[in-house]
């Protein structure tokens, strides 16, 4: 069974920043797409960065785009998700997730493990 551990989380106030990580435990998926995703309270959970297995495509969405940067170290099996100049609006838990396809793909559907998340709580 595959394992995703995220870690990074925390209480920050805005403009801040913050780094997430997501540990796999399984070597293999270091050539797999993955992804960060977020779910604040009442939402429903929504991309926020992509990484392709290769790690030459990402994607972000809109609302972080500029702000954002996800990369992968695949060496240490693991991927990165910087956060900086942090909103109110980017309060959520952040999950990190894997899936079995090498290009990026943005649907949750797609993913097949998830890790447990990462509470990320942005104060005024």
């Known amino acids: 069974q595959v394992q995703l551990v995220e870690s990074g989380g925390g209480l920050v106030q805005t403009g801040g920043s913050l780094r997430l990580s997501c540990a796999a435990s399984e070597r293999t998926f270091s050539n797999y797409a993955m992804g960060w995703f977020r779910q604040a309270p009442g939402k429903e959970r929504e991309i926020v960065a992509a990484?392709?297995?290769?790690?030459?495509?990402?994607y972000y969405a809109g609302s972080v785009k500029g702000r954002f940067t996800i990369s992968r170290d695949k060496a240490k099996n693991t991927v990165y998700l910087q956060m900086n100049s942090l909103k109110l609006e980017d309060t959520a838990v952040y999950y990190c997730a894997v899936t079995r396809r090498t290009p990026i793909t943005i649907h949750l559907r797609d993913y097949d493990y998830w890790g447990q998340g990462t509470q990320v709580t942005v104060s005024s």
């Open positions: 990484i392709s297995g290769s790690g030459g495509s990402t």
